[in-house]
């Protein structure tokens, strides 16, 4: 049995994005009982070189709405990063997955062998095909910075489980 392109990637983007509106519920939850500001957690890091939380879900919804987009052939939306508020990363949570689900599957489905061109802003573009793409970059890439976005958050003493990832 074959998988769609479809079906590759837009489920699991749609269901770890919501998981990923419930941890920031939870973790406005967790500072308001602890009396303090929730939009603390927007600059937490693991480590002083790495980008702080707000990065990480900024990139998480990048990799999911530009993944949709470039397999469906069309130039990814560009949402302005500047959110400062757990209120402004839901919202932008909410628009990649509205974006993602725009998309029809007959616009991604197909796309196995469609070039896709990753323009970078160190170094020439990286480009793919579309099975290779969505398997060997956009998905691991959206876990990676998503994974991370968990890990702030567990780090900074909110109450998540193995189930809330999952």
């Known amino acids: 049995m074959t998988i769609s392109m479809h079906s590759a990637c837009v489920p699991l983007f749609n269901r770890q994005l919501g998981a990923l509106l419930n941890w920031l519920d939870k973790a406005e939850a967790h500072a308001t009982a602890r009396k303090f500001d929730p939009n603390n957690y927007l600059q937490l890091r693991l480590a002083p070189d790495m980008l702080p939380f707000v990065s990480q879900i ?40 509205d974006y993602v689900n725009s998309v029809p599957a007959s616009a991604i489905d197909g796309s196995e062998e469609r070039d896709i061109v990753i323009p970078m802003r160190t170094r020439d573009a990286l480009q793919f095909k579309g099975q290779f793409f969505v398997q060997h970059w956009a998905l691991p890439n959206f876990f990676f910075h998503v994974t991370t976005a968990y890990a702030l958050l567990r780090h900074a003493g909110v109450e998540l489980g193995k189930a809330d990832f999952l």
Do not use: H, Q
């Open 58 to 97: 900024r990139i998480a919804s990048d990799a999911a709405k530009g993944c949709v987009a470039r397999l469906a052939g069309v130039e990814p939306p560009k949402f302005d990063d500047n959110e400062t508020t757990l209120a402004d990363l839901r919202e932008r949570v909410r628009k990649t997955i």
